[in-house]
């Protein structure tokens, strides 16, 4: 007799992963394990007026280790004690991280969020005095300053940086220890030594006066680093096949760079330079020692003082009243908002690359 | 054999690493339009000696060479020539198909071109010629603008191939093209050595015994023994090396005795 096999594909079950299946037994020790010792935390901390902070690490901690191995040992055994102290140590060292970053995030935002609006992004500063209402003036000049001194820093440092980590990856050059031993002692540069040396370079030396291509200057050496190691990681993860591929197709060495290397390491590059701009653009230390600050819009970054938003955010910290208070804080949550900005655009970019070559 | 025309020749070949001398005195020399086998067990050299056909065994960094090699009567190792040249002349297929990654199908066949700086005006029909000889334009005709890698790994080398081919390379050298292939992809590759051998001469390394009996004129046979550089051992008619072969130690090699 034939046997008839239906082939017409199915809807997926529910019960697709047998794996995840927990059981009752497991599900009521795990939940009894969370709820209860927080439960005898908040009751130290509302009954008996215990310390928050103290309650987490004396009370909350043990009794969680204790109640975690005591499910570990019953569901799996004497295995089951390590299982779960590995689980209770991840979950609370990286919710601390989490908490720790989300609660930077709130001030910023929380404090920030009064300050913004249109006026305060889009005018400057210039007639306005530290106790002025929130209402006149902004860090328009600050935004413009900040973007025009990072970019002229970002199209000197990122050809420097493509070019050390080419040094490094496609060549055979002699100096790479020492190169890669400069860039570490580079990337452990106080920003304040390098603002002091562009400093006494230029401006006391009479060269120039305060300018924003000083500024541009000074944040060179912090940007480099970054720029230069991470764009080196990304070049060194494009196999060794794919420029052989080239090479043995008679490209002569920079065209098999260029047309292969490159587009292959293109999303990690476009990395290392974000990931560059974001590690200067809130650096005050060296800006307030070569462009010093202003209050009017400043175009040109070849000549004159020029504001940007971490020298602003420091003033108005140093003047200390209310109003110049909370102007700080708005102008610290526009280069947070900055700063998401570029991260967003830089994965949507690279994003939209790979989706393109689905 | 006499009235053989010889395209490239190997003479004196010696290859050292660092301090360690891998390959000894290879003379071998390839017939012009025929295929040539190149067999031993891991760690003879034969993928190191196919390299220095086209001067990529160059590129790493502790690399040492002695000897010549002559295509079509000029020493590649000649003073001022210059590699790219050489490369241009010998292609090369890997082990590994390599495509490159962020081209689509007719870019990857076109970037030869490219990559070296050529312009051909024609390129439409180039991408369907060096795609027909590959013996892949049926599966890819509908999608070359598709990612080069969507295709399957045998289709991927072929592609390879197909990216050599469109270079109008005189030599193509195969390093063990189908060692990562399936049993259908790799007949298929076989199927286009044969097709192009006509047309030029080709050197191909290979684990597979049969794969050398289905598709080489001659065969080679390299051997590294105790630690001592790679040599050839035996060179000759493929027929010859599998079914009368002089040395005892190609007898045992191509028995499957060892290796």
Redesign the interface.
């Known amino acids: 007799m034939e046997k008839v096999i239906d082939l017409t594909p199915v809807a997926r079950p529910k019960t697709a992963q047998p794996w995840s299946k927990k059981s009752p037994k497991f599900l009521i020790s795990a939940a009894a394990a969370s709820i209860i010792p927080a439960a005898i935390t908040l009751a130290f901390v509302g009954l008996a007026g215990m310390d928050f902070m103290a309650a987490l690490i004396i009370v909350f901690l043990p009794i969680q280790v204790i109640a975690a191995a005591l499910v570990g040992i019953s569901i799996y055994g004497r295995r089951g004690i390590l299982e779960s102290l590995l689980v209770v140590a991840t979950i609370f060292f990286s919710s601390f991280v989490f908490v720790l970053l989300g609660s930077v995030l709130w001030s910023v935002i929380s404090n920030g969020a009064a300050a913004i609006s249109p006026s305060f992004i889009f005018q400057n500063n210039y007639y306005i005095q530290p106790t002025t209402d929130l209402g006149y003036g902004g860090v328009g000049h600050a935004i413009v300053g900040s973007l025009l001194i990072v970019g002229l820093s970002t199209i000197i440092t990122v050809p420097l940086g493509l070019a050390t980590a080419v040094y490094l990856t496609e060549t055979q050059g002699k100096s790479k220890g020492i190169i890669r031993t400069l860039l570490q002692a580079m990337a452990g540069l106080p920003s304040v030594v390098s603002g002091l040396f562009i400093y006494a370079m230029f401006i006391a030396s009479g060269i120039t006066t305060y300018a924003g291509w000083t500024g541009s200057l000074a944040l060179i050496p912090l940007m480099l680093p970054t720029v230069a190691r991470v764009t080196e990681e990304s070049l060194r993860l494009v196999p060794a096949e794919l420029r052989n591929g080239a090479l043995a197709l008679g490209a002569p060495a920079w065209r098999a760079f260029a047309q292969v290397t490159l587009p292959a390491a293109k999303s990690g590059i476009m990395t290392a330079v974000l990931l560059g701009v974001a590690r200067v653009i809130g650096e005050t230390a060296p800006l307030v020692l070569t462009t010093f600050a202003a209050d009017r819009t400043n175009l040109n970054v070849f000549s004159g003082q020029m504001g940007s938003l971490p020298t602003y955010l420091f003033g108005y910290i140093a003047f200390g009243f209310d109003a110049s208070i909370k102007r700080a804080w708005g102008a610290a949550l526009v280069i947070l908002i900055i700063v998401a900005i570029l991260f967003i655009s830089a994965r949507l970019a690279s994003r939209t690359r790979t989706k393109a070559r689905k | 054999m006499s009235n053989l025309t010889y395209h490239l020749r190997a003479e004196d070949v010696n290859v050292w690493f660092g301090e360690r001398h891998v390959l000894k005195d290879v003379n071998l020399a390839f017939p012009s339009n025929q295929v040539t086998a190149l067999i031993g067990p891991s760690g003879c050299g034969k993928s190191t000696f196919i390299r220095t056909l086209?001067r990529?065994h160059e590129?790493i960094?502790s690399a040492g060479f002695g000897g010549k090699v002559l295509l079509d009567e000029e020493d590649i190792y000649g003073d001022g020539v210059d590699p790219?040249?050489v490369?241009?002349k010998v292609?090369?297929v890997?082990q590994?198909p390599?495509?490159?990654?962020?081209m689509s199908i007719q870019e990857n066949v076109l970037?030869?071109l490219?990559?070296?700086?050529r312009k051909n005006s024609n390129t439409e029909e180039l991408v369907e010629t060096s795609l027909r000889r590959a013996s892949i334009w049926n599966e890819v005709k509908d999608r070359l603008n598709d990612?080069a890698?969507s295709l399957s790994g045998g289709q991927q080398q072929r592609l390879?191939i197909a990216?050599?081919l469109a270079?109008g390379p005189e030599v193509l050298l195969m390093d063990e093209p189908c060692s990562a292939l399936d049993p259908g992809s790799t007949r298929r590759v076989e199927e286009t050595i044969l097709e192009l051998a006509p047309e030029m001469t080709i050197v191909i390394v290979t684990h597979n015994m049969q794969q050398a009996q289905r598709v080489a004129d001659q065969t080679a046979f390299f051997l590294s023994e105790d630690g001592n550089p790679g040599h050839v051992v035996e060179f000759g008619a493929t027929e010859q090396v599998f079914e009368q072969p002089i040395d005892p130690r190609t007898n045992d090699y191509v028995n499957g005795h060892f290796g």
């Not at chain 2, 390599?98 to 962020?102: A, C, G, I, K, S």
């Not at chain 2, 490219?114 to 700086?117: E, F, Q, R, T, Y």
Request: net charge positive; aromatic share 6%; glycine share 10%.
């Open positions: 086209n990529m590129l960094p790219v040249k490369r241009l292609g090369m890997f590994k390599n495509p490159f990654p962020t970037s030869g490219k990559l070296s700086g990612p890698l390879c990216r050599s270079m």
